[in-house]
């Protein structure tokens, strides 16, 4: 089974969704287990020979795929040992974040063969953001030793809505990411295939593919940054809601008289505990106390303070931060308790740059949903913590390009046959 993000699959029930069903299903078979027999490949997807045979085959002659090894076996023919070819193609991805740019560049396997990062302040002009992905983008292609004529597509993540069928992009967090035609953007600089998706879904489809969501059929991807968002995954599948808004636990509310959010309401989850919460809650504390570890860490500047400086104050001792650490966790955990008891997955996977050596948060989070989480449901969630570190979503970005090639390919596979027919 496979994670299929098919914009362009054929419908459910006729032969045409069998057949791209099951050639994404042999893909991500080899992917996983990184190689296998022909016959292996049949016995692990329960797909019949002659499907294998005939896929595979169709694979082979694309390129996405290529022997391995030979394996002698007794008398008779050596066994071919098939695994994914990774110089089919090769992905940038790029992650938009509030403080950060985050950017990899993945082969067709999924495998991060560059991967860079720069800071950035809140939010900045559309114009200053793309000479800065175009300045990581050069930085990443320099890494990995390619040019940009090497490239196969380039996949966006963003922390905000996506207006997918136009690529137009919009951030309640930053009021100058309104309507910002990223896709567009990107396509005329690069003219590549430009894939845009939401940060929360890419990072739940990195943990899918390479995360502690692998061996997982159902799960939450709790997304915690300068916004907090969720990954959601139905039966190995990215959930993305009616209008492809799903996941936004950030703006549950769980005090009708709390702080302002950025959405409009009052006392959302992130009102508290988001990183631009815990910036807004640092000034504060800055103002009230001039001789704290904050001041020092953050140069005595609350204009500039941001979450990973609150975050090392507190890893240094400042109280004031572990203390607005703690209280921000306990928020998150009553979101999170609220999403494990709407969904019931097996599995929460905790991850994001707000967390990265936060334990004081991570404890918080867990300890909450262990008291705030209705023990029936609680008995079979595993709460655990990503080990993807901050490039996730940009991973995640680059795996979306690779779906993406993988249908356009399946759907051209399956054009020819009808042709033929
Ligand atoms: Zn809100």
Redesign the pocket.
């Given at each position: 089974m496979r994670p299929t993000e098919a914009d362009n699959m054929p419908e459910k029930g006729d032969q045409s969704y069998l057949r791209s069903r099951n050639t994404a299903r042999i893909l991500e078979t080899l992917r996983q287990n990184k190689a296998f027999s022909r016959i292996d490949l049949a016995e692990q997807t329960n797909l019949d020979k002659k499907t294998v045979l005939n896929i595979v085959n169709d694979l082979f002659a694309q390129g996405m795929i290529r022997i391995m090894s030979r394996q002698i076996d007794g008398a008779g023919r050596p066994k071919e040992i098939l695994g994914i070819n990774g110089d089919y193609g090769r992905y940038a991805g790029i992650d938009l974040g509030g403080t950060h740019l985050s950017g990899v560049i993945v082969n067709f396997a999924g495998e991060r063969i560059a991967s860079n990062d720069v800071e950035v302040h809140n939010g900045l002009e559309p114009d200053t953001l793309m000479k800065l992905c175009i300045y990581l983008m050069r930085n990443l292609l320099k890494e990995a030793g390619l040019k940009e004529y090497d490239l196969s597509g380039i996949g966006i993540s963003f922390p905000g809505f996506v207006a997918s069928s136009q690529g137009y992009v919009t951030s309640e967090n930053f009021p100058r990411w309104q309507n910002i035609p990223i896709q567009e953007m990107f396509q005329k600089r690069y003219n590549l295939p430009v894939c845009v998706d939401d940060c929360s879904r890419l990072m739940a489809l990195a943990e899918l593919w390479f995360g502690k969501g692998r061996n997982c059929r159902d799960f939450i991807v709790a997304d915690l940054g300068f916004g907090i968002g969720c990954g959601i995954v139905i039966d190995r599948k990215i959930f993305r809601g009616s209008a492809g808004k799903s996941g936004e636990v950030?703006?549950t509310v769980v005090d009708v008289n709390g702080p302002p959010?950025?959405?409009g309401?009052h006392g959302?989850i992130?009102?508290f505990a988001a990183g631009w919460a815990l910036s807004r809650d640092a000034q504060s504390i800055m103002q009230k106390h001039s001789n704290t570890l904050l001041c020092e860490t953050s140069g005595n500047s609350p204009e500039g303070v941001n979450f990973r400086q609150v975050v090392l104050a507190a890893n240094l001792g400042d109280l004031y931060c572990a203390d607005l650490l703690k209280k921000a966790g306990e928020y998150i955990g009553i979101g999170l308790s609220n999403a494990i008891s709407f969904f019931n997955p097996s599995r929460l996977i905790i991850g994001g740059r707000l967390i990265q050596d936060n334990e004081i948060m991570i404890r918080a989070i867990t300890e909450t949903i262990q008291i705030k989480c209705m023990k029936q449901i609680l008995d079979d969630v595993e709460i655990t913590v990503s080990e993807l570190g901050g490039s996730a979503s940009a991973w995640g970005a680059g795996v979306s390009c690779i779906l993406n090639a993988e249908n356009l390919f399946i759907t051209a596979m399956q054009k020819l046959k009808e042709k033929v027919k």
């Open positions: 950030g703006h959010c950025t959405c309401s959302c992130e009102s």
